[in-house]
């Protein structure tokens, strides 16, 4: 398991707060009571832990400049998620996120350093991790 740091979790809690306050129902977060779960998981967070930010379901994803420069240093891309956003709908209707998602193993500037398949103890999606290659920027 991945947990996420006490910066991404603020960061989901603002998010879902401007929601609320707006009135927007998001991930199936309808008031403030619901706002509860993030703030106890604040309190839970364990030492080991990162700053994850999300693409919203890979839909909003920033050319790998973008990247390097707000100093992030990894990808972790499902299979799934990169299948589903290179087919000919969202290359039609999204073409920059599948263009995004289609260059993944051709940027020189990443480098797949693990791949997690599912097996006996994990099941589930297979998960491909990038680490960002600044020496080639």
Do not use: W
Not at 35 to 60: A, C, H, N, R, W
């Amino acid at each position: 398991t991945i947990a996420e740091n006490n910066e991404s979790l603020r960061r989901i809690i603002d998010a879902a707060k401007e929601n609320v306050v707006e009135g927007k129902i998001v991930h199936g977060m309808v008031d403030r009571n619901a706002l509860v779960y993030y703030e106890l998981l604040l309190k839970t967070v364990p030492k080991m832990s990162y700053d994850i930010t999300s693409t919203m379901f890979g839909l909003q994803v920033h050319p790998i400049d973008y990247y390097v420069t707000n100093g992030f240093d990894y990808f972790i891309i499902s299979e799934n998620m990169k299948r589903s956003r290179t087919t000919d709908l969202i290359e039609r209707g999204n073409p920059y996120v599948a263009r995004f998602y289609s260059s993944l193993d051709q940027n020189v500037r990443l480098c797949l350093i693990k791949v997690i398949e599912p097996g006996c103890f994990n099941r589930g999606d297979t998960f491909y991790i990038y680490r960002l290659n600044r020496n080639n920027y």
